[in-house]
Protein backbone atom coordinates (compact mmCIF):
# COMPACT_ATOMS: atom_id res chain seq x y z
CA UNK A 1 0.00 0.00 0.00
CA UNK A 2 1.43 3.29 -0.57
CA UNK A 3 1.91 5.91 1.68
CA UNK A 4 -0.34 8.44 1.34
CA UNK A 5 -0.62 12.38 2.87
CA UNK A 6 -3.28 14.77 1.59
CA UNK A 7 -4.07 12.28 -1.08
CA UNK A 8 -0.21 12.50 -2.31
CA UNK A 9 1.62 9.14 -2.51
CA UNK A 10 5.19 10.45 -1.13
CA UNK A 11 6.85 7.63 -1.00
CA UNK A 12 6.67 4.26 -2.42
CA UNK A 13 7.13 2.20 1.10
CA UNK A 14 4.11 0.62 3.32
CA UNK A 15 5.93 2.49 7.23
CA UNK A 16 7.27 6.06 7.23
CA UNK A 17 7.76 7.73 10.36
CA UNK A 18 6.06 11.19 10.80
CA UNK A 19 9.68 12.86 10.88
CA UNK A 20 10.20 11.71 7.56
CA UNK A 21 7.27 12.22 5.73
CA UNK A 22 7.07 16.24 7.17
CA UNK A 23 10.54 16.58 6.28
CA UNK A 24 9.76 15.20 2.45
CA UNK A 25 7.06 17.63 1.90
CA UNK A 26 8.70 20.54 3.78
CA UNK A 27 11.46 19.64 0.93
CA UNK A 28 8.81 19.46 -2.05
CA UNK A 29 7.16 22.69 -1.34
CA UNK A 30 10.88 24.45 -1.09
CA UNK A 31 12.00 23.02 -4.52
CA UNK A 32 8.01 24.26 -5.66
CA UNK A 33 8.90 27.18 -4.33
CA UNK A 34 12.12 27.97 -5.86
CA UNK A 35 11.16 26.69 -9.13
CA UNK A 36 8.17 29.34 -8.87
CA UNK A 37 10.36 32.20 -7.99
CA UNK A 38 12.99 31.60 -10.73
CA UNK A 39 10.18 31.26 -13.47
CA UNK A 40 8.35 34.77 -11.83
CA UNK A 41 12.02 36.22 -12.01
CA UNK A 42 12.56 35.27 -15.51
CA UNK A 43 8.86 36.50 -16.94
CA UNK A 44 9.30 39.95 -14.76
CA UNK A 45 13.48 40.56 -16.35
CA UNK A 46 11.66 39.85 -20.25
CA UNK A 47 8.86 42.59 -19.43
CA UNK A 48 11.57 44.85 -18.25
CA UNK A 49 13.72 44.04 -21.50
CA UNK A 50 10.96 44.23 -23.36
CA UNK A 51 9.79 47.32 -21.95
CA UNK A 52 13.48 49.16 -22.75
CA UNK A 53 13.29 48.31 -26.68
CA UNK A 54 9.54 49.56 -26.97
CA UNK A 55 9.72 53.37 -28.52
CA UNK A 56 6.38 54.41 -26.80
CA UNK A 57 7.68 52.99 -22.94
CA UNK A 58 8.83 56.07 -21.06
CA UNK A 59 11.98 55.18 -19.09
CA UNK A 60 10.12 58.20 -16.31
CA UNK A 61 7.20 56.52 -15.25
CA UNK A 62 6.60 52.77 -13.87
CA UNK A 63 4.14 50.70 -16.09
CA UNK A 64 2.58 47.96 -14.49
CA UNK A 65 3.27 44.31 -16.86
CA UNK A 66 0.29 44.50 -18.30
CA UNK A 67 0.84 47.65 -19.41
CA UNK A 68 3.75 46.81 -21.16
CA UNK A 69 3.02 43.86 -22.60
CA UNK A 70 -0.30 46.09 -24.02
CA UNK A 71 2.07 48.35 -25.71
CA UNK A 72 4.08 46.06 -27.21
CA UNK A 73 1.38 44.55 -28.74
CA UNK A 74 0.25 47.35 -30.29
CA UNK A 75 3.52 48.71 -31.69
CA UNK A 76 3.68 45.39 -33.26
CA UNK A 77 0.51 45.40 -34.58
CA UNK A 78 1.55 48.99 -36.37
CA UNK A 79 4.76 47.78 -37.25
Known sequence: ??????GLNILNRNS????TALEMIRRR??????VERRRRDTLNSTI????????????TAKLNKGTILRLALEHLRVS
Open 1 to 6: SAYKIN
Open 16 to 19: LDSR
Open 29 to 34: RENHNH
Open 48 to 59: MQIAEILPNCSS
